[in-house]
């Protein structure tokens, strides 16, 4: 059964620093992995996908990384804005279903 | 496009009530998953339909959880007797026929509906 873990589950820093979120899965057949963003009392925005052929993925200042041989994802935030502060959910595709680790609490102080 | 709508956004109820959730999917979107988000963790599958028609419901608690999509567009799910244990945001998503079969599985989830089982 595929496990998805995220390190930190916290995690606080200083507005305008550049910070990464990790991300590890335990079965590596998967069609792709997900990073999404969830604001408090609101359902889940897809942030970026990466197709298990893929390395990476760019949007604005995200970036997120697939390793899959190693099981592992990371999203790099640059210049990390107060907006930014939410959960950071990582999930990973199976043939039918996602599976969502327990995701990063992000806060950027002003 | 409308995104996913989900009623009620929030539910209150004692042990051992009965409780219903609705959620109408994006038009068009023949897959329609629940899951279960207890604070603290990640979504849990709870069911998926495709069209009308259960793909997978393994982890839904069957001796008291129960849904239904009826004619392949809104549905219901439905906790009877609720637990304290239930206390939960439901968030329901869906994806449409193309991005179900590619196993691409990019899900538009509604805001949710909380739960607090007291």
Redesign the interface.
């Known amino acids: 059964k595929q496990e998805?873990t995220q390190i930190p589950a916290a995690l606080s820093v200083p507005e305008g620093e550049n910070l990464v979120l990790n991300c590890s899965f335990t079965d590596s057949a998967i069609?792709?992995l997900?990073w999404f963003r969830q604001d408090p009392?609101?359902?889940?925005?897809?942030l970026l996908?990466i197709q298990s052929s893929q390395r990476e993925q760019t949007s604005g200042r995200l970036n997120a990384s697939l390793d899959k041989s190693s099981g592992r994802s990371t999203l790099y935030i640059a210049a990390s804005q107060p907006g930014d502060s939410a959960t950071y959910?990582c999930?990973v595709?199976g043939?039918?279903?996602?599976f969502?680790?327990?995701?990063t609490r992000l806060t950027v102080i002003p | 496009e409308a995104g996913?709508a989900q009623s009620p956004r929030y539910k209150i109820i004692e042990k051992r009530q009965s409780v219903a959730f609705w959620c109408n999917p994006i038009s068009g979107h023949a897959t329609l998953y629940w899951y279960q988000q207890i604070l603290?963790?990640?979504?849990?599958?709870l069911i998926?339909f495709q069209n009308n028609g259960v793909?997978?419901d393994s982890q839904l608690p069957k001796d008291r959880f129960s849904a239904e999509r009826l004619k392949g567009v809104d549905s219901t799910l439905k906790i009877q007797p609720a637990k304290l244990e239930d206390s939960a945001v439901y968030?329901c998503?869906s994806t449409n026929q193309y991005q179900?079969l590619s196993?691409?599985?990019?899900?538009?989830?509604?805001?949710?509906s909380?739960l607090t089982v007291l």
């Open positions: 998805v069609y792709n997900q009392g609101k359902g889940l925005t897809s996908l959910l999930a595709s043939a039918n279903n996602l969502f680790g327990t995701g | 996913v603290g963790q990640g979504p849990k599958l998926q793909v997978d968030l998503a179900f196993g691409a599985n990019v899900l538009t989830f509604g805001a949710g909380r």
